[in-house]
Structure formats: structure tokens, C-alpha cells
């Protein structure tokens, strides 16, 4: 009797070592399984993206913008991947280029509701999609316009705005400003992202992160009577981030400002109501 004791923890311990290498095997066999599939959908959306042509270096993707660009979201523009393998095909030097055209609202409205009618869902929904990016492009274009011209001394730099939009779900429109003069830099991101922006609010209505360190390099301030919080990074520089209503955050960028003083009179600059207002925030 004393030896059967004995021996049932040993077969218990020997069953659980079973069991666990038997689960190891199977997660192994899972996580092998879910990297095939992974790999054959890349694949076939890289196909998918360049028009169909064999994947043989024939592509004219270079090393910095490998499927030749996107921006915009859905409204996107590729650049160009048309030079060949062959030695003998003359390399394009011309040509304009794409112009990304933000797509026309009322058009897809009026696609969305033929589609709807005749319970084509899936083309009514694509439809509605674009209505959406093409409503949020122009919003990000309108915004853009209302900014000042220079901020503190520094002008704006046009050819770096960026207007984005998926069109659809959490993450939604984004536009980025830049302000420069020598080496001082300003930039403004309107981010249109309620996944953000929730992380933003837990953290301002928690008041545990009340300021504890002498060698914390954040704290809660305010920008125009709207919670913000101001970071510091000795190779970034300042980051003041603005939460306005549920799903809008502003981010302002300094770098070589003399102090945060000087960041938040930078702000202060920008109508931050007008842009909620914009947004339909409250």
C-alpha cells in the first residue's frame, strides 16, 4: 500500500508532463498552421497590389518605398512600378505622375442606395466607404486652410501637409502640419482615432499618475482649458497631446524649443475649438 502511494505522484506528474508536451506539439502545430496561412495571404495580396505580374524583381519598387507609395488611405496613389528586367527596355524619365482625386460624395451616396435597393450589400458598402474617405478628405483639406501661416516665427512647410483616411473604423482621418525655421521645428497631427484617444483619457482620469518623480519627464497641463499632457525627450524634444471629445487627439511636436512655455504659446496658436467644432466633438 505504502509503495502505491508512492507511485501515484509520480504517474500524476508523469500524466501532467504528457498532457503539457501534448499541448506544446499542438500550439506548435497551430502557430505552423497560422504562419502558412499568413504567408499565402501576403503573397496573394502582393499580387494583388502589382497588377498580377510574377513576383521576379520585375517590379519597379526601389528599396525605400518597396509597393512604390500609398497615401491617402483608400483614396491612395501608387507610384509608378513599370521598369522591367530586360536590359534592352528603355527606363521611364517622364510622365506626370498620379493626382490622388478624393472621391466624389455624392456619386457614392447615390451608388450606395442603387446597391442597397437591389440587396447588393457588399457594393453598397464599398460605396458608403468612399463617401466617408471622400467626406474626411475634405475635412483634413478645410482644416489644413485654417491653420496659420507661421507659428512663433517659423512658416509653414506646404509640401510636407498629410491628409489620411482609411475611411472606415477606429482609426480614421489624420492630418499633419509642419512649421520650420533653421533648426527649429513645430509640427501639429490631428489624429481622428478613438483607440488612441481612449489610452489618452484612462490616463488623464486616473489620478494615481499624478506627478510622483523628481526625475519624471511628463505632466498634466492645459491647452485653451482642455486636459493635455507635455512630455520630454532629450533626442525628441517636447510633445504636448490634447484629447478633445471621444475620439479626436491633437499632438504637437516641438523640437529645440527653449522650454515648455514656449511649446504651449506655440499652441495656443491653433483654434482648437474650431477644430473640434470641425470634427463634431464636444
Not at 37 to 58: C, F, M, P, W
Request: charged share 20%; glycine share 10%.
Amino acid at each position: 500500500m505504502i509503495k502505491i502511494k508512492r507511485l501515484i505522484p509520480c504517474m500524476i506528474a508523469m500524466g501532467l508532463l504528457s498532457t503539457a508536451a501534448n499541448a506544446q506539439g499542438l500550439l506548435n502545430k497551430i502557430k505552423q498552421k497560422a504562419a502558412e496561412a499568413a504567408e499565402k495571404a501576403v503573397d496573394q495580396k502582393t499580387d494583388e497590389l502589382l497588377k498580377g505580374k510574377k513576383k521576379n524583381g520585375t517590379t519597379g519598387a526601389d528599396a525605400s518605398n518597396p509597393l512604390g507609395g500609398v497615401e491617402g488611405g483608400q483614396g491612395a496613389s501608387y507610384g509608378n512600378t513599370g521598369s522591367g528586367a530586360s536590359s534592352n527596355k528603355p527606363r521611364n524619365t517622364g510622365g506626370a505622375g498620379i493626382v490622388t482625386t478624393p472621391p466624389d460624395v455624392k456619386e457614392n451616396l447615390n451608388s450606395a442606395e442603387t446597391a442597397f435597393k437591389t440587396s447588393n450589400y457588399s457594393e453598397a458598402r464599398q460605396a458608403l466607404q468612399q463617401a466617408i474617405l471622400g467626406v474626411e478628405m475634405e475635412i483634413g483639406q478645410q482644416l489644413l486652410k485654417s491653420m496659420p501661416e507661421s507659428v512663433n516665427g517659423l512658416t509653414k512647410q506646404s509640401e510636407k501637409d498629410h491628409v489620411v483616411s482609411s475611411g472606415w473604423g477606429f482609426t480614421g482621418l489624420t492630418i499633419r502640419r509642419e512649421y520650420m525655421k533653421e533648426d527649429m521645428q513645430l509640427s501639429m497631427t490631428i489624429a481622428n482615432n478613438a483607440i488612441m484617444m481612449n489610452a489618452i483619457n484612462m490616463f488623464l482620469s486616473n489620478g494615481a499618475f499624478a506627478q510622483s518623480s523628481t526625475d519624471q519627464n511628463w505632466k498634466q497641463t492645459k491647452l485653451k482649458g482642455n486636459k493635455a499632457i507635455i512630455q520630454f525627450d532629450q533626442s525628441s524634444g517636447y510633445k504636448l497631446s490634447v484629447p478633445l471629445g471621444q475620439s479626436t487627439l491633437i499632438v504637437f511636436e516641438g523640437i529645440n524649443f527653449s522650454n515648455e512655455q514656449e511649446v504651449i504659446k506655440a499652441a495656443e496658436q491653433f483654434d482648437v475649438e474650431s477644430i473640434k467644432k470641425t470634427l463634431g466633438e464636444k
